[in-house]
T-cell receptor
Framework: DGGITQSPKYLFRKEGQNVTLSCEQN?????MYWYRQDPGQGLRLIYY???????QKGDIAEGYSVSREKKESFPLTVTSAQKNPTAFYLC????????????????FGPGTRLTVT | QKEVEQDPGPLSVPEGAIVSLNCTYS??????FMWYRQYSRKGPELLMY????GNKEDGRFTAQVDKSSKYISLFIRDSQPSDSATYLC??????????????FGKGTKLSVKP
């Protein structure tokens, strides 16, 4: 089955520790995204990548880092510099934004709920 | 003024009712409009995708876009308890760079009572 997987579903960390959230897709999509969702805030874009080895900051990139070494994978690291890391993190992918067949339709993974104490 | 406005609800309706969910937006460059459904503690799933103005129907769901009023709607006919979820609108402009990214509303929480 094609889709997006995120692991783990729940993650607990102590303040001051870096943590990496996994996102894998087998949809052969070029573009991948990371969002953060807080109650009453909607989805806010952290980072996005339109192609392997390239990524751009979204609206709230401070305290986060990403890599895109493979088309299928787009891990997100929440660093100790992120002031309020406790949130629901969502990964998404789309066919892409460049060239023929590009699409805005984004497909989401099941999310990772991160709690930092 | 925020780019996308969506009433957070909650909205509670009896089973079988027609539900109307709405978003307004300020950026006239938006041309692609989407509705997502999100169950509690799950990722959003794409329900409807509309380009420019007009209507699109899929089963019990109808999406409407009125670009002149900068207003989009999602109608759910014969609502079911399984429709209880948060509904997010999302939209975007021309593709390429950050203009191609989706801008989301905050979501409307819907509850359909049996």
């Amino acid at each position: 089955d094609g889709g997006i997987t995120q692991s783990p579903k729940y993650l607990f960390r102590k303040e001051g520790q870096n943590v990496t959230l996994s996102c894998e897709q087998n949809l052969n999509h070029d573009a991948m995204y990371w969002y953060r969702q807080d109650p009453g805030q909607g989805l806010r874009l952290i980072y996005y990548s339109q192609i392997v080895n390239d990524f751009q900051k979204g609206d709230i990139a401070e305290g986060y880092s990403v890599s895109r070494e493979k088309k299928e994978s787009f891990p997100l690291t929440v660093t100790s510099a992120q002031k309020n890391p406790t949130a629901f993190y969502l990964c998404a992918s789309s066919i892409g934004l460049l060239g023929p067949g590009s699409s805005y339709e984004q497909y989401f993974g099941p999310g990772t709920r991160l709690t930092v104490t | 003024q925020k780019e996308v406005e969506q009433d957070p609800g909650p909205l509670s309706v009896p089973e079988g009712a027609i539900v109307s969910l709405n978003c307004t937006y300020s950026n006239s460059a938006f041309q692609y409009f989407m509705w997502y459904r999100q169950y509690s503690r799950k990722g959003p799933e794409l329900l409807m995708y509309t380009y420019s103005s007009g209507n699109k129907e899929d089963g019990r769901f109808t999406a409407q876009v009125d670009k002149s009023s900068k207003y989009i709607s999602l109608f759910i006919r014969d609502s079911q308890p399984s429709d209880s979820a948060t509904y997010l609108c999302a939209m975007s402009g021309h593709y390429g760079g950050s203009q191609g990214n989706l801008i989301f509303g905050k979501g409307t929480k819907l509850s359909v009572k049996p």
